[in-house]
């Protein structure tokens, strides 16, 4: 990226993690930690990499997205706020009765959403399916699906990714968000994972590791991915539940995080304060 393009995704990653921290605070519990370890990663996606129209949500050639961590929601809420699919107003309705941001992404109900998800495992499949039918209609539109560590417990992910690999969806960018951590406590303690990026290559993957908040990097990957032409690909994050935020990137429960004490809203407080004065300056 050039100096002034590397800037712009900053100022969007730092925008979509203050409406993230700011949009769950305000519900007073939420899926804090995983949400902000994919940050960096949308910002890269909606700011650089993706083929996109916030004016016509439903444009045929766009690229698509498949959030199969759909518990990560309102981070991708707040990308698609700040990239103009709609009014940044609506996060403070997240997850209220009629609201158009239910917690987890539904495809009917918020405009830029791809895919509805939220049964873990299931966003993989989806994703291949969407990428198959775009070969068929010879659409050459990628398919970014954004899959977690934990959620790859579930053995439907393992199915769509031998299919993803032997039909050689080179559109289907396969991305592990490694933070490392689930509902229950470390990856490594709930089943251990081995190494993940081993595991794909014996799928059949071409494989790429990169820190999850290096913005560089991670926009050096997809686009590698992208000239990679006869083998499926995959991107693994090496990244931080609660990312960008040291106090819950500290925390031990930082699955979800509940808003419930002083030290927790204070911390928050600070980090809003934090950010705002980052995005001012940036904006300037």
Same mark, same amino acid.
């Given at each position: 990226m050039l100096t002034e393009e590397r800037q712009q995704v900053e100022l969007?990653?730092?925008k979509i993690r203050r409406d993230t921290l700011?949009?769950?605070?305000?519900?007073?519990? %939420? =899926?804090? !930690?995983?949400? &902000?370890?994919?940050?960096?990663?949308?910002?890269?996606?909606?700011? *650089?990499?993706?083929l996109i129209n916030p004016?016509?949500?439903?444009?045929?050639?766009?690229?698509?997205?498949?959030?199969?961590k %759909? =518990?990560? !929601?309102?981070? &991708?809420?707040?990308?698609?706020?700040?990239?103009?699919?709609?009014? *940044?107003?609506?996060?403070?309705?997240?997850?209220?009765?009629?609201?158009?941001?239910?917690?987890h992404p539904d495809r009917n109900k918020t405009p830029g959403v791809d895919a509805t998800t939220g049964s873990l495992g299931q966003g993989t499949s989806m994703a291949a399916g969407i990428a198959t039918g775009l070969r068929l209609s010879q659409s050459e539109n990628y398919v970014y699906?954004?899959?977690?560590?934990?959620?790859?417990?579930?053995?439907?992910?393992?199915?769509?990714?031998?299919?993803?690999?032997?039909?050689?969806?080179?559109?289907?960018?396969?991305i592990i968000d490694e933070n490392k951590k689930q509902l229950d406590g470390t990856t490594e303690e709930i089943l251990a994972p081995f190494d993940l990026a081993e595991k794909?290559?014996?799928?059949?993957?071409?494989?790429?590791k990169v820190n999850g908040a290096d913005l560089s990097a991670i926009d050096q990957a997809i686009q590698?991915?992208?000239?990679?032409?006869?083998?499926?690909?995959?991107?693994?994050l090496d990244s931080v539940k609660g990312q960008g935020i040291p106090y819950f990137e500290e925390l031990a429960d930082n699955h979800?995080?509940?808003f419930n004490s002083e030290e927790v809203n204070q911390a928050a407080e600070q980090a809003l304060v934090e950010l705002e004065r980052e995005i001012k300056e940036m904006e300037e």
């Open positions: 969007l990653a730092k700011f949009a769950i605070k305000k519900m007073g519990q %939420g =899926h804090l !930690g995983g949400s &902000l370890s994919i940050v960096e990663l949308l910002a890269v996606l909606y700011g *650089r990499q993706m004016k016509q949500p439903l444009w045929e050639n766009r690229d698509r997205l498949v959030l199969s %759909g =518990h990560a !929601g309102v981070a &991708l809420y707040s990308a698609l706020a700040n990239t103009g699919f709609f009014d *940044r107003g609506l996060l403070e309705t997240l997850n209220e009765g009629g609201t158009s941001l239910p917690s699906l954004i899959v977690g560590d934990g959620e790859l417990n579930e053995g439907q992910c393992w199915e769509a990714f031998q299919y993803i690999a032997h039909a050689k969806l080179t559109h289907c960018i396969v794909m290559k014996a799928f059949g993957f071409y494989v790429s590698r991915s992208k000239e990679i032409e006869d083998q499926a690909v995959c991107i693994i979800s995080v509940k």
